[in-house]
């Protein structure tokens, strides 16, 4: 659904193909990403992600980010919301857009 409305808004997303290997050595698979851009998104919807796994997201997510990545993240309360988590997703990827279109200029 997420992969699906992102595309819908012109974001050329790609689903379970991006794999990264962290400064950690771990391998790791983004649930989708925009490779061009270093960003990708994980959606977390099990409830065990609110727990023990949460941390671990975390750790996972400073690792991406050390080796130029950016990851966000939907929950479940998220999608409560699925309009507003996805034009937020839009916005974040645009800002992503810009903010490397800026180092390059």
């Known amino acids: 659904m997420v992969a699906k409305a992102l595309h819908e808004r012109g974001v050329p997303i790609v689903a ?3 794999w990264l290997t962290l400064p950690n050595g771990r ?3 983004l649930d989708m990403s925009v490779p061009a851009v270093r960003w990708g ?3 977390d919807i099990h409830p065990d992600h609110f727990l023990l796994f949460g941390a671990a997201d975390r750790r996972r997510d400073r690792q ?3 080796i130029g990545w950016h990851v966000d993240r939907v929950t479940a309360i998220d999608m409560l ?3 507003g988590i996805i034009n937020e997703l839009v916005d974040n990827y645009h800002a992503r857009v810009a903010e490397l279109a800026g180092r390059i200029a």
């Open 41 to 43: 998104v994980e959606v």
């Open 27 to 29: 391998r790791i698979r």
């Open 64 to 66: 991406c980010h050390q």
């Open 16 to 18: 379970q193909t991006t």
């Open 81 to 83: 919301d699925f309009d």
